[in-house]
């Protein structure tokens, strides 16, 4: 490009489109691109990703190419910060305190994720490795009959075991996506697993305690320390009543068959399969019945909440308009093919792999587009293995000519909710983001 732009690419479209498409591309945005991006125009762009773009005309006007819509400045993303850890593959470092790492999107083409590419969300410190973990004891109170402590090795000889395919997200998955940016570490779209949880149902423990009219919420305790250094929770969320007695909902001991580990809350955890991670207690130490919404840390103000009717972005809420957020969103992702890939000269077939979840819901239809949208293609889409289990897809696409691409994959509910084309429902913290998954490519000439 002929002229370097004083600021990043996002932060230009953020604050004045105009001026980032002039200094950008050298010249005014307008209601189209579609007279820009010809002479001139197209061969900066060109220039920007590398290669020829075949569906320049359909691109949205102010959109940011996806080969460098991460940058924080001048043309090409900075490389993220990798977390190298034993027992992981490389994960994106996001934050070291408490830790936080994301799983890139193309390491997550299993159907069954491994231990070692499951994304790290902690909200405090890690507790120490019980010496025995079977000695560990999980306390059951509030609204019940006959409150229990139970140790894991109860637990397990106690009641039946069960083994799901259960999907886990960070419930601020795709926060990178808002404009204006949210508080908090910005996800990609990797902040999801879908493991095999081996644990007993939380409802039958609850049954077990005996649980008493008044009893409407959970409330979740765990072992990890405060950053503080305070003796007080870390975060203490909870879910209503009918989300515990979900059968789908487990007190989990074991990962893909192993015991789970330390970093992903050994020797025992809550997996509320759906709604955001924050609910699935790690290093899980109590579970209080509540006779009303639980107000623990976590639980209150804007944290996992959103706005109920939508809010000025970078507004400021009214406490009022904020609930809790329950089921995640629909969402879809491309998972065989690395964001930024260069294609062997020649190629005009992509095979494509992906994955799709819904939260509570099942997900209706997957559609993929490598014109900007201007059409879709239906992919093949298969049944979950249990509900809460996320759907894989497959896909072919034909690549007309040699140039750059973006792979759009849009997945449907079984409402007939879509993901939108930009991240809508803007809250302080950033949750629900779901906008349509972008992959760009480069099919060498």
Partial sequence: M??????????????????????????????????????????????????????????????????????????????????????????ILLQEKPLVAETPEHLLDDEVTPTDKFFIRNNGGIPDQPADPKAWKIKVDG??????????????????????????????????QFVP??????????????????GVRLADVLKAAGLK???????????????????????SRGVRLPKAMDEHTLIATRMNGEPIPLIHGAPVRLVVPGWPGSASQKWLTRIWVRDKEHDGPGMTGTSYRVARTPMIPGGKPDDANMAIMESMPVRSIVTNVKHGTEL????????????????????????????????????????????????????????????????????????????PHVAGNWNPQGYGANAVSRVAVLSKA
């Fill in 213 to 235: 009219s008044s009893a409407v919420y959970t409330a979740h305790y765990a072992a990890d320390p405060h950053l503080s250094g305070e003796a007080r929770p870390t975060i």
């Fill in 2 to 91: 002929s002229r370097k732009p004083e600021r990043g690419f996002i932060e230009l479209y953020r604050n004045d489109p105009e001026r980032a498409e002039a200094l950008i591309f050298g010249r005014r945005a307008g209601p189209s691109r579609r007279g820009f991006l010809k002479g001139a125009g197209l061969a900066s762009m060109a220039a920007a990703v590398g290669g020829a773009i075949p569906f320049a005309a359909n691109m949205p006007a102010g959109l940011v190419p996806a080969a460098f819509a991460q940058a924080a400045s001048g043309t090409a993303p900075a490389a993220p910060k990798m977390l190298q850890m034993a027992g992981k593959v490389p994960l």
């Fill in 143 to 176: 609204e019940v009959n006959s409150p229990l402590e139970l140790s894991v090795g109860e637990l397990e000889s106690r009641f039946p075991m069960v083994t799901l395919q259960l999907q886990l997200e960070c419930g601020g998955n795709g926060r990178n």
């Fill in 344 to 419: 062997s000269a020649g190629t005009r077939r992509l095979d494509l792999r992906g994955a799709a979840w819904a939260g509570d819901k099942a997900v209706r239809e997957v559609h993929v587009s490598i014109d900007y949208g201007a059409t879709w293609q239906a992919v093949s889409l298969a049944q979950p293995k249990n509900k809460h289990a996320w759907q894989r897809w497959t896909a072919a696409v034909a690549l007309p000519s040699a140039g750059y691409y973006e792979i759009w994959s849009r997945a449907t509910d079984a409402d007939g909710r879509a993901q």
């Fill in 181 to 198: 940016e949210a508080r908090g570490n910005q996800w990609g779209n990797g902040a999801i697993g879908c493991a095999q949880w081996t």
